[in-house]
């Protein structure tokens, strides 16, 4: 069984394959985390140690005994108010304006099979894949209570984490902070890795040692951001790619939230990950419950690729729904950096003909399509063709390109809205500002409040119109800015507006997908802003970034590996000097790099010259053959770009027998000296032929020893090394 309840020491602990979680209740009713880690039997509660120490506070229920504090105690889910200083995973505002919450244990419940949350994504399974473990904990004043919910996935090795809180009370509380997830570690030296960025820079590796004092992550811009991403990792200091512990935590959530680490005076860890607090203050009124979002959890001690790779099939086979969550994704060219706003249908209709002599299966027609949208100063919000730029209906150009046999993708941005636009002119409420107060703009445009049903349902039914309109395929889900003027004349709780706002984004996809259950939706957010597990429920791949740049993106990519597979990481081929960067890469760089992701192309196919023309025939031959392994088999990461010479790349079929290695040179000097890789996972003693020369290589050189990247004269030669097992 994967969930344990021991009777007489009031244990519960949850096995996966390879780990074990334990908590136990105390004689007090208090929820204590006792471990997590390599898989073992037995109590650790021994675990815990208690002394006298200074200026850490006693429950009044202890009596005299000044050796227990909850100040040093590991706790499962830590108050704001019961004598923790800690970092609390929940803070409740009372009717009588006191800011306290003590939670008990007040029983609990085991079942078969995955628990949902209502309006939230969550990772789903079969019955006989799963169990459910919920705590129930009160607060024995107020009557609030939190439903601690636990998924146990056992061949996944993960444990997901959830909460539901409800006001059992009689007066209104409010929910001031919840972080479903924490974990405290009475001992360790730790590192902490994260990944920044910015724009057109998402997801940059960054691994620092846990010091004294608390690290944050987060966002407050209404969505999990470019700055960072809300997937954090807690390795042992001497944690590698392939050996020693460490613990990932990633949030299902595309608002704001924050993620902390935290070393205490008595050298003990927490971390923590959930909602920010920050402009959040959620009433619950007698009765009302607060679903919270989940976290997904994995350990491992096999190193880093070991963490990754359990997060990676969690989310592809667990997260990712629909037709396209096992299919390999079509290969695409997008309109907008072969034409940006300037074309009409004739123009796109040409690129889609250059698309199919070439191999390339859709075409996205992205921004410009709709009201009067020259430029991106207007129209945002005017969902309809626009048939004078296009010179026909949309209709008329999808039929056209469906006859060419290539399939058909449009671009939409439904949560914003220009001033400049029919629909702002009708509904200037709909858009998000703060009364009395100019708004703050970005990208020129505003954004819709999507925490009102009626704006949710109105926009949803013009986008409803366009997709009806013929057979399209894919939407290239857009938004481009931070929520900034928090304000909505829906309601008079202004603290509830930011997650409702990501609650109504959840209702429209969730309506998108079960409407058109064929259509493939990529989610974008000015590429990377909104790249995190929560929208890969609805979207199951996302725009990785908007900088297209083949040297950049082997960076952007090992940064996002760590907590998401490939099949999610939108990937483009664009024109040379690059549109962000200036940077010129050979057509071969571009396309490896762009393979390593759901491959596509963005640039304006009729400049090619023939032999590029025949380059992409054969990259597109390339993609065919060796799409199911890389969307599907164990990912390895090689080198580390922020650090070495050459970005390298490994996927390997799960019986072994497949072997894909791609590598970029980023870095060329005079007299170079010759760069050596390290394959990864092949099957210990056997022979591996590589099938381009055709020699054979033993396994255990490979890994051992490495193999010699071929010495190419120029800047950022990429290499592709295709083995196959020898039988």
């Known amino acids: 069984m994967g969930i344990v ?30 471990y997590y880690g390599r898989k073992t039997d037995g ?40 004598g923790d200083y800690r970092s609390p995973a929940i803070a409740v505002r009372n009717a009588d304006g006191s800011v306290s919450c003590d939670l008990r244990f007040h029983g609990y419940e085991i079942r078969k099979g995955k628990y949902a949350i209502k309006g939230l994504p969550a990772v789903y399974a079969e019955e006989a894949e799963a169990e459910t473990l919920e705590i129930h904990m009160e607060d024995p004043v107020t009557k609030v209570r939190v439903d601690l919910l636990y998924g146990v996935l056992p061949e996944l090795d993960v444990i997901t984490r959830s909460a539901k809180v409800s006001n ?46 608390t690290m944050c992550i987060g966002s407050r811009r209404g969505t999990s951001s470019h700055q960072y991403n809300p997937l954090m990792i807690l390795a042992d ?98 309109s907008w950096e072969a034409s940006y706003f300037d074309f009409d249908g004739e123009a796109i209709y040409q690129l ?31 969902w309809y063709a626009n048939e004078e730029k296009l010179g026909e209906s949309l209709e008329s150009l999808i039929g056209r390109i469906n006859a060419l046999g290539v399939k058909f993708g449009i671009w939409i941005e439904p949560e914003s809205v220009n001033e400049d636009s029919t629909l702002f002119k009708r509904h200037p409420d709909w858009a998000m500002r703060i009364p009395g107060r100019n708004p703050v703009r970005a990208r020129n ?60 984004l959840y209702d429209f996809l969730e309506r998108l997908v079960q409407r058109y259950p064929n259509i493939l939706i990529e989610g974008c957010s000015g590429g990377g802003g909104r790249f995190d597990a929560g929208m890969l429920y609805y979207t199951p791949k996302i725009w990785c970034s908007d900088n297209t740049d083949a040297v950049d993106r082997v960076r952007i990519q090992y940064g996002t590996s760590f907590g998401y597979p490939v099949s999610t990481v939108g990937s483009h ?43 992409i025939r054969r990259q597109v031959a390339d993609y065919h053959r060796y799409a199911p392994l890389i969307q599907n088999g164990l990912y390895y990461r090689l080198t580390n770009p922020f650090e070495q010479a050459v970005g390298a790349w490994q996927f390997i079929s799960e019986d072994q027998a497949q072997v894909l290695v791609y590598s970029v040179m980023l870095e060329v000097h005079g007299n170079m000296t ?50 196959e097992l020898e039988r």
């Open 5 to 34: 309840f021991d009777e007489t020491r009031k244990t519960f602990t949850l096995h996966t394959n390879d780990s074990t979680y334990q908590m136990q209740v105390d004689p007090f009713g208090f929820l204590l985390h006792l």
């Open 43 to 82: 109590c650790m509660d021994y675990l815990l140690t208690y002394a006298d120490r200074g200026f850490s506070g006693n429950p009044y229920d202890v009596g005299s005994d000044r050796t227990y504090s909850m100040d040093v105690l590991p706790q499962e889910f830590p108050c704001l108010g019961n």
């Open 168 to 213: 059992g009370g009689t007066s209104k509380v409010y929910l001031e902070k919840i972080q479903p997830a924490c974990l405290d570690f009475v001992n360790g030296e730790f590192d902490f890795i994260s990944f920044y960025g910015r724009h057109a820079m998402e997801r940059n590796f960054q691994r620092v040692p846990v010091v004294h004092g």
């Open 237 to 334: 200091r001497e944690t590698t790619e392939d050996a020693g512990s460490c613990y990932a935590m990633t949030l299902l959530y595309s608002g704001g939230f924050k993620g902390e680490v935290e070393r205490d005076q008595f050298n003990q860890t927490r971390i923590q990950l959930g909602l920010y607090e920050e402009r959040f203050s959620y009433p619950l009124e007698s009765g009302d419950e607060f679903s919270v979002p989940e976290v997904v959890m994995t350990y491992s001690r096999m190193g880093l690729s070991k963490l990754s790779q359990n997060l990676h099939a969690c989310i592809r086979t667990h997260l990712c729904r629909g037709k396209y969550r096992d299919e390999v994704r079509p290969i695409l060219v997008n």
């Open 352 to 382: 889609a003909k250059q698309a199919s002599e070439l191999g390339i299966e859709m075409l996205v027609l992205d921004d410009g399509w709709f009201g009067k949208r020259d430029d991106d100063n207007s129209g945002l919000g005017d």
């Open 445 to 504: 445009q505003l954004v819709l409040d999507f925490s009102r049903k009626e704006v949710v349902d109105s926009i949803f039914e013009q986008i409803c119109k366009v997709l009806d309109q013929g057979n399209i395929e894919y939407v290239k889900w857009d938004m481009n800015r931070g929520l900034a003027d928090i304000y909505s004349c829906g309601t008079d709780e202004q603290g509830k507006v930011l997650h409702d706002y990501v609650l109504g």
């Open 573 to 615: 081929v664009s024109a040379v000097p690059n549109h962000q960067t200036g940077r010129v890469t050979s057509l071969a760089t571009r396309s490896i790099t762009a393979m390593s992701g759901t491959f596509g192309y963005e640039l304006d196919l009729g400049r090619l010259t023939e032999e590029e023309k025949q380059d």
């Open 674 to 723: 010759v760069d050596y890789v390290k394959l990864k996972g092949l099957k210990s003693g056997c022979m591996y032929r590589e099938q381009v020369s055709g020699r054979l290589y033993a396994a255990d050189a490979l890994m051992e020893a490495g193999i010699p990247l071929p010495a190419a004269f120029g800047e950022y030669e990429a290499h592709q090394l295709y083995f």
